[in-house]
């Protein structure tokens, strides 16, 4: 991982890159315009080109471009399938072969973060990591009381690759601004890299799942790895077994799907109410089944915090456009901040933008599937179609973005279940502000 800092300069150079590719076709749009093309359809094949190069250079570097890259997904609803696909497939791929730091690494980070003496806590500890990821991996052993835990180990040099990483990254927010009208991108990426620093110290997700460990603790439907000892640089926490959630997603009977897919949303909606946390990353690898039937939620290095729970203003704003309340809905979005003051919006056609979205929560039951994810996708991401121009206008709140993923990427992860299920319910359960 010595190869983080080494490559520096040449990652920073793949980054400046971004924005002088968007100047120069933005010189080649002019010329097409000067050729008699129409401004819209020259401006739709420009957010197109633009979004291609942006996710292909951060899908091609690892580190904070990566994790960046990756967040920057929540915006996915807005682009078009054939960029968003092979931007994720290199992102899977360069995950998976993210490759193991060397024993001897492994050994000192353990040293620095648990003391000279480390192999003392531990029964056993085993040199092949068991998992990797972007800035770190895990490793199984057995704690000196007997108990098998994870540990999890940030790669050296890690951090100021991420920040470095990150400082060059947020000069994308012009070029951003440039893809998505409507959102006040500087001030995005900005959240996003606050954000995404945090995931550095492991303290701060220590403190995270500590919080999820007690509120959830001895409950019959969820299993939350409790702490075990938390460095700036090194997670030790009990080990979790259990069926991972893309088993259930690829080889799940129609009944345990259903199920499961109940206890992720139950679970992702009460987390601001009996935690004061939002688990904010709903990807189906942090999530299994164990063996006793529970749903086991694993990474807590991402989260949001509500110490009231969830702010009201969600749930009036699902109301409003349940009931077609169009005019009021569109003054609660500006208020919110997601339609920003200079942005001109129908209050009907965003209605109808937003109406499919929201019928999970318009009928008793409802059954999530690929075949729905897709024309909800197909029909915002066709340039030809009312729908692509009004989600160009909406805007992110930085106060929301967390909210904005986990509400995105949990849909995504419901399609992929293919499962159905009384979701309203849950709504009116955990959503403040959803019956007023």
């Given at each position: 991982?010595?190869?983080?800092?080494?490559?520096?300069?040449?990652?920073?150079?793949?980054?400046?890159?971004?924005?002088?590719?968007?100047?120069?076709?933005a010189t080649l749009d002019f010329g097409k315009r000067l050729g008699g093309?129409?401004?819209?359809?020259?401006?739709?094949?420009?957010?197109?080109?633009t979004a291609e190069q942006v996710f292909k250079v951060l899908g091609e570097l690892k580190g904070g471009a990566m994790k960046f890259g990756q967040t920057l997904s929540v915006l996915e609803s807005a682009l078009p399938e054939e960029?968003?696909?092979?931007?994720?497939?290199?992102?899977t791929r360069l995950q998976e072969a993210a490759p193991p730091m060397p024993t001897s690494t492994v050994h000192e980070v353990l040293e620095e973060n648990l003391g000279r003496h480390w192999q003392k806590l531990f029964v056993s500890f085993d040199d092949d990591p068991a998992a990797a990821a972007s800035i770190g991996q895990v490793h199984r052993a057995v704690w000196h009381d007997g108990r098998d835990v994870a540990v999890k180990i940030q790669y050296p040099g890690a951090d100021d690759a991420l920040r470095s990483d990150l400082n060059q990254v947020s000069r994308l927010g012009r070029t951003i601004g440039s893809m998505f009208p409507g959102i006040d991108a500087k001030a995005l990426v900005e959240e996003l890299h606050d954000r995404m620093l945090e995931e550095l110290d492991y303290r701060l997700e220590a403190d995270a799942q500590e919080g999820f460990a007690h509120a959830y603790d001895g409950d019959d439907e969820f299993a939350v790895p409790r702490l075990v000892h938390g460095a700036q640089h090194v997670l030790v926490s009990e080990w979790l077994d259990g069926t991972p959630l893309s088993e259930i997603i690829s080889t799940g009977t129609q009944e345990e799907r259903d199920r499961v897919g109940l206890l992720y949303v139950r679970f992702l909606f009460s987390g601001p109410e009996r935690a004061g946390l939002l688990h904010a990353d709903p990807h189906?690898?942090?999530?299994?089944?164990?063996?006793?039937?529970?749903?086991?939620?694993?990474d807590y290095g991402a989260v949001a915090r509500f110490p009231e729970g969830l702010p009201s203003s969600i749930g009036r704003l699902i109301r409003r456009a349940l009931d077609g309340e169009t005019d009021e809905m569109l003054e609660g979005l500006r208020e919110e901040g997601f339609v920003?003051?200079?942005?001109?919006?129908?209050?009907q056609g965003l209605y109808e933008y937003l109406a499919p979205f929201l019928e999970p929560a318009r009928h008793e039951t409802f059954h999530f599937n690929r075949a729905w994810m897709r024309e909800q996708f197909n029909r915002i991401n066709d340039p030809r179609r009312p729908g692509y121009t009004i989600g160009l206008k909406l805007n992110v709140p930085p106060a929301y973005l967390l909210v904005h993923r986990v509400w995105l990427g949990g849909i995504g992860v419901l399609s992929q279940l293919d499962c159905e299920g009384p979701f309203r319910a849950e709504f009116e359960r955990w959503v403040p502000g959803f019956h007023s």
């Amino acid at each position: 991982m010595s190869e983080l800092p080494r490559k520096a300069i040449s990652r920073a150079a793949r980054l400046a890159s971004l924005p002088l590719g968007a100047a120069s076709r933005a010189t080649l749009d002019f010329g097409k315009r000067l050729g008699g093309q129409s401004s819209e359809l020259v401006s739709a094949e420009a957010q197109r080109r633009t979004a291609e190069q942006v996710f292909k250079v951060l899908g091609e570097l690892k580190g904070g471009a990566m994790k960046f890259g990756q967040t920057l997904s929540v915006l996915e609803s807005a682009l078009p399938e054939e960029l968003i696909g092979p931007y994720r497939d290199t992102l899977t791929r360069l995950q998976e072969a993210a490759p193991p730091m060397p024993t001897s690494t492994v050994h000192e980070v353990l040293e620095e973060n648990l003391g000279r003496h480390w192999q003392k806590l531990f029964v056993s500890f085993d040199d092949d990591p068991a998992a990797a990821a972007s800035i770190g991996q895990v490793h199984r052993a057995v704690w000196h009381d007997g108990r098998d835990v994870a540990v999890k180990i940030q790669y050296p040099g890690a951090d100021d690759a991420l920040r470095s990483d990150l400082n060059q990254v947020s000069r994308l927010g012009r070029t951003i601004g440039s893809m998505f009208p409507g959102i006040d991108a500087k001030a995005l990426v900005e959240e996003l890299h606050d954000r995404m620093l945090e995931e550095l110290d492991y303290r701060l997700e220590a403190d995270a799942q500590e919080g999820f460990a007690h509120a959830y603790d001895g409950d019959d439907e969820f299993a939350v790895p409790r702490l075990v000892h938390g460095a700036q640089h090194v997670l030790v926490s009990e080990w979790l077994d259990g069926t991972p959630l893309s088993e259930i997603i690829s080889t799940g009977t129609q009944e345990e799907r259903d199920r499961v897919g109940l206890l992720y949303v139950r679970f992702l909606f009460s987390g601001p109410e009996r935690a004061g946390l939002l688990h904010a990353d709903p990807h189906p690898g942090n999530y299994r089944i164990t063996p006793d039937g529970r749903l086991g939620v694993l990474d807590y290095g991402a989260v949001a915090r509500f110490p009231e729970g969830l702010p009201s203003s969600i749930g009036r704003l699902i109301r409003r456009a349940l009931d077609g309340e169009t005019d009021e809905m569109l003054e609660g979005l500006r208020e919110e901040g997601f339609v920003r003051p200079h942005i001109d919006v129908d209050p009907q056609g965003l209605y109808e933008y937003l109406a499919p979205f929201l019928e999970p929560a318009r009928h008793e039951t409802f059954h999530f599937n690929r075949a729905w994810m897709r024309e909800q996708f197909n029909r915002i991401n066709d340039p030809r179609r009312p729908g692509y121009t009004i989600g160009l206008k909406l805007n992110v709140p930085p106060a929301y973005l967390l909210v904005h993923r986990v509400w995105l990427g949990g849909i995504g992860v419901l399609s992929q279940l293919d499962c159905e299920g009384p979701f309203r319910a849950e709504f009116e359960r955990w959503v403040p502000g959803f019956h007023s």
